[in-house]
């Protein structure tokens, strides 16, 4: 008992004699006390916060090494080692340095973004415009694509293939695209992948139909144009992986001047195709974007961009395990451009400069003989404008200038004398635009643009006015002329368009080819009744002269001898209803059309001229990182020209490991338009799930995402020849993969 008694008394009189710990933490740069900083004995779990006075006290301290550490939000953590002594007071006084912290991001939104809710631009400039946030939550999309997330009753795309953007019944070629303002060409990829613009690199992409941009009033449906993303402060990548496409984007800033952004993007082939079938495409494509900014003294910006694609297809469709000649296209685009603006409180002054080009080639194996076609554009520009604004009032006015070359030749392995246009332009444009409040409710625009080319001028004019009944609805009606000075010679009712969607360009001035016209009228209402709901409905009817027309005189995908011309006819009335709310988000559109297409002894319906057009989706979000995603496309009154020749045909899925298209189609004596295709209806659904990570101060995002498509298993025909039926894709994963931010 005495041995215990003496044992307690010796931990006692130990205890009674521990050391304390005491001092002050300091800014280093300042001197200042830090009150809060944490003091902590990591090796005790000990730890105290500082006073006021940025004083800390850690009493009982036993003797002997111990490790020491202090963090301060804002500044770098500290760590030491200390030797306690047995007793008394230990004085040790720290200083830390500062040390930015950057935060997880954190987005709070009182609704969800969505295709139709989010544009904020209240000037008419553009028909439909979203930024990218709304496109991920589109609920048609198994992955974000920024052409596809414009469609809606009025635009309308082919489906399950990038056969191009229809703008009120007007063909691909009669369409521009312009990325930060610089032209770009044919910017479709194919087989599973259909936008060639990385969506994200892309900030916002917007549509420019009723009333043109000024300055780019060359394209009788309109402009669709993306704007790429700003650098941010910080080096930041997000990317995709899946079984459809990989892509990266990184983005960041050198010493807060200098801003960079580039994004690739590649296909990726999915799971290994059958080997012995010839049916099945092969190739790959892929598209770069890479930007400069410099902030100062004024913005500059240096923009590349190319698309490039490589498709084979077999050119017999069931020779199972026979080497056969196969059919290949191949096309691409390049573009290079600078901008620089100014900005001096109501004037802002903007100058685009650039080149851009588009080559296309096939080998095909033709009616008589094997064809070789060879297609390329080059454009030099340069466009000035100035933008001044008074009040309400905002007034444009400009001059741009173009040089255009053109060359189209196709040969024939038969030995027959080869045929070719090529077409050389310059065009010098002065334009403007001025819009102006006549009312408290009534605001006026006008605009006009004189282009000379081959010796004649001609003038495009343009109005709109706007009438605002209160916050809720505002009902316009706009008028505008167009002229295009340059024309695809690709046949848009090929079946072939599938898998070949660029246009093939020749210009205006040479033999045969016509400078286009078109007059289009648009009547929109506009409904708002609350935040988070919007109801829009139009008519619309557009009349076009001076078509270049392949489609009545070539059974090919191209074509390969004389032109037609001829005019084209479109009317339609569409709807749109978008719903947010914190949770759920919805849309729906609905768009009735007739559209036709006249020449010399034939008129037609072309094969992008749906009667009716529907789209219904919605997203939801069961959790904070979990949604839930539900879409159904549906067209009626389609039309399509019989093939002839050996076809096979199936959409990109992974139930077959693949896309497929077997065969080399043509028609030969059918009528165009003559066949009515079965409704088309298709009802797919996709999850996406992530995750948050922290890795130093950066917060990382990881997502795996996946869609089902034609859940229904419906029959989805895509044309006929006379011994088969065309289909599209069945009940199949469509994608599934993987994407990240940090």
Excluded at 52 to 76: K, L
Excluded at 340 to 368: C, D, F, L, P, Q
Excluded at 539 to 568: C, E, I, K, Q, W
Aim: hydrophobic share 40%; aromatic share 6%; glycine share 10%.
């Amino acid at each position: 008992m005495s041995l215990v008694l003496e044992a307690l008394g010796f931990l006692l009189t130990a205890q009674s004699v521990q050391a304390t710990l005491t001092g002050t933490v300091t800014a280093e740069a300042t001197g200042e006390p830090l009150p809060g900083a944490v003091v902590a004995l990591a090796d005790l779990d000990r730890r105290a916060a500082t006073d006021a006075a940025g004083r800390y006290v850690i009493h009982d301290v036993p003797a002997g090494p111990q490790h020491i550490s202090v963090r301060f939000i804002g500044y770098t953590q500290r760590a030491l080692h200390a030797l306690v002594p047995s007793s008394g007071q230990l004085e040790i006084n720290l200083s830390l340095r500062v040390e930015p912290v950057h935060l997880q991001t954190i987005v709070v939104h009182h609704r969800l973004p969505m295709v139709g809710l989010d544009d904020d631009d209240d000037s008419g400039r553009f028909d439909k415009s979203s930024a990218i946030a709304a496109v991920r939550n589109h609920p048609l999309l198994s992955e974000p694509d920024v052409l596809r997330a414009m469609e809606s009753g009025s635009i309308s795309l082919h489906p399950e293939s990038p056969s191009g953007v229809h703008i009120r019944g007007g063909s691909t070629d009669q369409l521009a695209y312009l990325l930060d303002g610089v032209p770009i060409f044919s910017p479709y990829h194919a087989a599973g992948v259909f936008s060639a613009l990385n969506p994200d690199a892309i900030s916002r992409i917007s549509v420019s139909s009723s009333v043109p941009l000024p300055g780019y009033a060359d394209a009788l449906s309109g402009t669709i144009l993306a704007e790429s993303r700003s650098p941010g402060a910080r080096m930041s990548t997000q990317g995709s992986l899946s079984t459809s496409q990989a892509r990266l984007t990184l983005d960041g800033s050198v010493s807060g001047v200098l801003g960079y952004l580039l994004s690739l993007r590649s296909r990726m082939p999915g799971l290994p195709v059958g080997e012995n079938d010839p049916s099945y495409l092969h190739g790959e494509n892929a598209d770069v974007l890479a930007k400069l900014t410099l902030s100062r003294p004024a913005r500059l910006k240096l923009l590349v961009y190319h698309s490039g694609n490589e498709i084979e297809a077999a050119e017999e469709a069931n020779a199972v395990g026979v080497a056969v000649p196969r059919n290949s296209f191949e096309w691409g685009s390049r573009s290079v451009g600078g901008e620089w603006n100014y900005k001096n409180g109501a004037t802002a002054i903007r100058v685009h400069a650039w080149s851009a080009s588009s080559e296309a080639s096939a080998r095909w194996r033709g009616v008589a003989a094997r064809e070789r076609l060879n297609s390329s554009r080059r454009d030099l520009g340069i466009l000035g404008n100035a933008e001044l604004e008074h009040g309400r009032s905002r007034t444009i006015l400009g001059a741009r200038i173009d040089r255009s070359r053109t060359d189209y030749v196709v040969r024939s392995d038969s030995g027959s004398f080869p045929w070719g246009l090529d077409a050389h332009a310059v065009l010098a444009t002065v334009f403007g635009q001025h819009l102006r409040p006549i009312a408290s409710r009534l605001t006026l625009t006008l605009g006009a643009s004189l282009t000379s080319a081959e010796s004649r001028a001609r003038l495009d004019p343009t109005a709109r006015l706007e009438w605002r009944l209160g916050q809720t609805i505002s009902i316009s009606g706009s008028f505008a002329r167009v002229h295009q000075f340059t024309q695809s010679l690709r046949n848009p009712e090929s079946v072939v368009r599938n898998i070949f969607p660029p246009d093939l360009y020749i210009g205006a001035g040479a033999a045969g080819v016509p400078v286009a016209r078109g007059d289009q009228a648009v009547f929109t209402v506009d409904y708002r009744p609350a935040g988070g709901v919007r109801l829009m409905a139009e008519a619309y009817t557009r009349n076009a002269v001076g078509l270049l027309l392949a489609a009545p005189s070539a059974p090919d995908p191209f074509a390969t001898h004389a032109l037609t011309t001829g005019s084209g006819k479109s009317r339609g009335i569409s709807a749109e209803a978008t719903v947010s709310t914190a949770r759920i988000g919805a849309m729906a559109s609905y768009g009735i059309q007739h559209v036709s297409v006249s020449a010399p002894g034939t008129g037609y319906i072309p094969a992008h001229g749906n009667t009716h057009q529907v789209q219904a989706g919605v997203i939801g979000f069961p959790t904070a990182t979990l949604s839930l995603r539900a879409g159904a496309t549906a067209a009626l009154g389609r039309r399509s020209t019989p093939a002839t020749g050996d076809l096979e045909w199936e959409a990109c899925n992974l139930l077959d490991r693949g896309c497929e298209f077997g065969g080399s189609p043509y028609y030969d004596g059918a009528l165009l338009g003559s066949t009515r295709l079965p409704h088309y209806l298709r009802i797919d659904i996709g999850f996406r799930k992530h995750w948050h990570f922290s890795a130093g101060s950066r917060d990382v995002m990881v997502a795996l995402f996946g869609t089902v498509t034609n859940v229904l298993n419906r029959k989805n025909v895509l044309g006929y020849t006379p011994n088969a039926t065309i289909e599209m894709v069945p009940r199949a994963p469509l994608v599934l993969g993987l994407d990240w931010r940090f």
